[in-house]
């Protein structure tokens, strides 16, 4: 069966991108997603037990093995802030090595363009960035051994990435925020069900907001003209099963609990990571003294009063270098 996770990051920053992150993974035939009480079998789907020899939950591990946990609780840990990120995210990445920011953009399906609203994006920067090749390289063996063993193979990583130019249009023809941020998510779960050809499906999807009922999106942007049936609705938990063998479930802190989707938000938050860099870097190189951003409201409007002369020099338009909500 194939087991999946999405996680978004930069949802509610003013300036750089809001991106949605994916992961899968094919588990041995048999296994079950769910218990006899139809909520998920955690025990069943405990990544970070079937793949222990290799993966733990928390950045300090004396075995030093790859923490994949919530990216916030991972960007927080320590006093340089990519250094579990980068390992985890280079770990499980395909196309390794990745000798710099634009060929794992392209690894992850990661869609950016250089653009009047975003010159950065034509100056890719070297990676790693904190580890070493050398170290990335024994984390990846780390991993690969450990799959292995536990017969699981990792299907899919990939960030689906919106600058401010295009999440603008994409905000002009929906109206609303969530249902952008949602677009990005059904998108990400109709290209795991893609994966399936045929077998079963189970897909954590972190909650946004404190809605219930995901029924009718459902229906619209991934069903392809399937029956979906609700399972379970509450505050916590939603789960759907979609067409034949598709199980989708909706839960608040579905980070935590799991591990696809504590590696998607992983993904999603490196990504952004990165693509601030090049836009500090673009800047920082007009204005040496301008402090970088990670472009979050208060902070973004103090970058985006500074910036404004080099904006006008460079004939960078705001309306697609800001977001509009």
Known sequence: MIYGGIDESGYGPLLGPLCVGASAFRLP?????????????????????????????????????????????????????????ERGVLAFAPGAPHADDAALFAALGVQTRASRSSPWHASPRPLPIVQTPDGIAIARNLLARSCEDARIHIERLAVSALDPEDFNALYGSLRNKARVNMSLVFGALRALDDLRDGTPAFVAIDRQGGRASYREELESHVARGEEVR????????????????????????????????????????????????????????FLPEVAPTAGYVEDGRRYLAEVKPILAQ????????????
């Open 29 to 85: 035939d048999g296994t079950r997603p769910l218990g006899t009480d139809g909520a998920p079998d955690l025990d069943a789907l405990d990544l970070w037990r079937h793949l222990e020899f290799a993966v733990c939950r928390k950045p300090k591990d004396p075995r030093r093995r790859i923490a994949v946990a919530d990216s916030k609780k991972l960007k927080s840990a320590g006093k340089q802030p990519l250094v579990h990120l």
């Open 230 to 285: 609700v399972l379970h609705e509450d505050l916590e938990r939603s789960t759907y099963e979609v067409g034949n063998g598709l199980l989708v479930s909706f839960e608040v802190a579905a980070e935590d609990r799991h591990l696809p989707v504590a590696l998607a938000s992983m993904a999603a938050k490196y990504v952004r990571e990165l693509s601030m860099a090049r836009l500090n870097a673009y800047f920082s190189a």
């Open 314 to 325: 460079e004939g960078i338009p705001e309306a697609g270098f800001v977001r509009v909500v």
